[in-house]
């Protein structure tokens, strides 16, 4: 397993699309690995290949609390087979925005599908920080980033905003 570096903003590459995967291979397995080394260590609860450079259509995601055992998730070229009409703010950051922080308005419950870890098709209702955190790590397959849902001039002083730490590092 090897830690990866994460894309920060404006990086071009993360508003590129991923393209789906062929399938669920050693090599695949390798590189989610890797990406949840690479989240653990951040330390985040998501994070969708492009993120490290990658423009396949992978994520992976832990939910536990610090106190809980890991709960590793793997999702191999997810889709969303329905949203609810109900919608639910949540306060969401993102590894490639450091240390911004906004409220972004999505559907509350999602009904997905994706290949996991041994390539198995698994269909599953995500709700709460689930449904919340797969649909951010979506956005990111599609080059889209949560800032993206926050009006003009909030996005532009996040940018400038990490732009402006990254400078100062
Ligand atoms: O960059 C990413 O896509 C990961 C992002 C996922 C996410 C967070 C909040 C709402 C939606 C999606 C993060 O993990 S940001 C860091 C974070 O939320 C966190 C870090 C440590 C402990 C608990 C949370
Ligand atoms: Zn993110």
């Given at each position: ?38 989240m653990y260590a951040a330390p ?102 949560f800032i993206d849902h926050l ?19």
């Amino acid at each position: 397993m090897a830690l990866r570096e994460i894309l920060i903003v404006p990086d071009p590459r993360l508003k590129q699309k991923s393209a789906p995967v062929e399938g669920v291979d050693d090599e695949l397995r390798a590189l989610m690995d890797d990406m949840l080394e690479t989240m653990y260590a951040a330390p985040g609860i998501g994070l969708a290949a492009i993120q490290i450079g990658v423009p396949q259509r992978v994520i992976v995601m832990d939910l536990a609390r610090q106190e809980e055992e890991k709960a590793p998730r793997f999702l191999v070229n997810p889709q969303i087979l329905w949203t609810s009409e109900e919608t639910v703010p949540y306060e969401e950051g993102c590894l490639s925005v450091p240390e911004i922080f906004d409220e972004v308005e999505r559907p509350a419950r999602v009904r997905i599908r994706y290949l996991d870890y041994h390539g198995k098709a698994v269909e599953e209702d995500a709700e709460g920080i689930f449904a919340v955190c797969v649909q951010h790590e979506m956005d990111h397959l599609d080059g889209v980033l949560f800032i993206d849902h926050l009006s003009r001039l909030k996005r532009e002083q996040a940018v400038k905003k990490v732009k402006k730490q990254a400078k100062a590092a």
